[in-house]
């Protein structure tokens, strides 16, 4: 099994397509047996999908998605899990215990907008 994660340092970004860079997690046996780092390839629209799909990933955990995204994954059989707030360690860790669920995501469509490229907050309704 793969992971990616949206990842912003340590941390799973609050925005999967504009995170500065993913974290992907090769799982055997419930163990964690390789993780690397690769950036954000860019923002468009359909296009993490494919890039994700073609690195074999089952699974994707984030902060928050937009829902095209969320349906072009799911076609592909990648499973989303949104509403992560935590290190990337601490996600992995809550997955293969099975206790990270997945929550709606708290964005609205084009909040993330420069999210990881041109600020480092996104606006979000509730902030």
Known sequence: MKIAISTDGDRVSPHFGRCPSFTLVSVEDNKVVSKETVDNPGH???????????KQVNVIIAGGMGQRARLLFQEKNITPILGADLSVDEAVEAFLSNQLKSDDSPCVPKAGKGYGLDKTECDHVNE
């Open 44 to 54: 468009q629209a359909g296009f993490l999908p494919e890039f994700l799909g073609q």
